[in-house]
């Protein structure tokens, strides 16, 4: 996700201006519309991370509703992309764009460049943002702009030559909100983006003379565009095709296409750098997924965090994987759950995991491993050609090679104040049914009759089988019922 657009070093610095005081009503929801998740990352945490790839300087958040929470939800952001420094600035009341602007002003240095972004427009590739800093050059207004066939509620592109008229190329004279267009502004299909580049030292001075005389008694950031034309300073319009990038979130259904369109488009590099999904439409990556060659992914399955996939990986529909290596030539079947979280699973080359399966964080599996239907491992080792097939649990243990570990088998680690270690050997068989008390070694070799439960540690090629011991009555009557009176 970080990585850095070419052309940083040659240009004035970037300074970053994050518009997020806004209120969000249309979510309908107590969380401050800005940490609203799209593909398992906060809405603004998208905008911070692209400032992160512009090589920003400094980066101003301005908040406002919901400001202890977006504050809170920044400081932690701040730590991952630390290369700018963050500085929260509150506009209370939220008087518009060129009110908002006007607080971030005293925390921004003149001789800079202001990208000016919004929190709840997730979207916006650093790429386009560079094209958008070049054509600020530094010392021109630049906006970025979008034809839509429905720009109803945007801000209007007027530019010289009868922009009435429609599509006309010229200067840029003016951005007039919809509120306030006439008729024939309203004819023109090219919109603000709400996004632009503009010289730090101007924009402080265009700031500094805005009013709230218009339709929505706003202070309105657009308003500086007449400024700099009055003053001889070129504006230019940065026009891109893509509306996804400048499309901004005011409603879950707004945040659910913008999800789509993100995951699409992950989809797409996917099948680009050769993996086969079964349908890029059912794929959700929240996080990052590294795929090796020929890996085919099933529909239905979820990636979250860091997830690589190893050469000749197949992950089987309806899968949940969170933070995990998966190595080359393993197999996930349906319906397996992995997450790694903080330590993070591994599984090892040629393993078959699932169906049904759950790795919990820190299961290391190794080559070969077979891991079935309803076993769960939890911050355990198991070394190569390991098996736990069916209904098990093998928790803070460590596991030799070729350890056949039986149905129903349970490492039990917790005493109920303490987690401890189970250590089964190589080559030992458990048997089905078995309760290994923590802490316990299974010597190698050894085996372990089914049923038993376990407590003292065994001997290297032992049999153990500690359970009730079978007797049998022969020719035994079960009890009959009385006959009715
Ligand atoms: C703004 C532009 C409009 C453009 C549109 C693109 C202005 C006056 N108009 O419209 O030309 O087409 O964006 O979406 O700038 N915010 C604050 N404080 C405020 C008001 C807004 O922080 O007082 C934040 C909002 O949270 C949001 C962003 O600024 O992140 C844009 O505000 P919004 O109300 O969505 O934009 P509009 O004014 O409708
Ligand atoms: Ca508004």
Sequence with gaps: MQGKVEGA?????????????????????????????????????????????????KVVAITGHGAMEVEAALASMAGATAEFTLQCVRQEPQLGTGHAVQQAAPA???????????????????????????????????????????????GRIVRAGGSAEGGAEGAVQAIVEHKDATDAQRQITEIYSGIMAVPAAQLKR?????????????????????FAVADGVAVVGYKIDDAV?????????????????????????????????????RIDVRGDLLCAHDVSIDVNCIFIGQVSLGEGVSIGAHCVIANAVIEAGAVIHPFTHIDGEKMGVTVGTGALI?????????????????IGNFVEVK??????????????????????????????????????????????????????????????????????????????STEPGALSVARGRQISIANWARPKKAPKP
């Design 9 to 57: 070093g040659t240009r004035p610095a970037v300074d970053v201006v994050i518009m997020a005081a806004g209120k969000g009503t249309r979510m309908k929801s107590r969380l401050p519309k800005v940490l609203h998740q799209l593909a398992g990352r906060a809405l603004l945490q998208h905008v911070v991370d692209t400032a992160g790839e512009l090589m920003a300087r």
């Design 108 to 154: 921004l240095a003149d001789d800079g460049m202001v990208v000016v972004l919004s929190g709840d427009v997730p979207l916006t590739q650093a790429n386009t943002l560079m094209h958008l800093i070049k054509a600020c050059g530094g010392d021109k207004l630049a906006l970025l702009t979008l034809e839509m066939t429905n720009p109803a509620g945007y």
């Design 206 to 226: 265009w700031l500094a003379r805005l009013d709230n005389q218009n339709a929505q008694g706003e202070f309105y950031l657009t308003d500086i565009v007449k």
């Design 245 to 281: 990038q400048v499309a901004g979130v005011n409603s879950p259904v707004q945040l659910a296409e913008l999800e789509r369109a993100y995951q699409l488009r992950q989809a797409r590099r996917l099948m680009e750098e050769g993996v086969r999904l079964a349908d890029p439409a």
């Design 354 to 370: 699932g169906p049904f399966a759950r790795l919990r964080p820190g299961a290391r599996l190794g080559a070969e491993v077979h």
């Design 379 to 456: 911050n355990s080792t198991l070394a190569a050609g390991a098996k736990a097939n069916h209904l098990a649990y093998l928790g803070d243990a460590t596991v030799g090679e070729r350890v056949n570990y039986g149905a129903g088998s349970i490492t039990a680690n917790y005493d109920g104040a303490n987690k401890h270690r189970t250590v089964i050997e190589a080559d030992v068989h458990v048997g089905s049914n078995c309760v290994l008390v923590a802490p316990v070694t299974i010597g190698a070799g050894g085996t372990v009759g089914g049923g038993s439960t376990i407590t003292k």
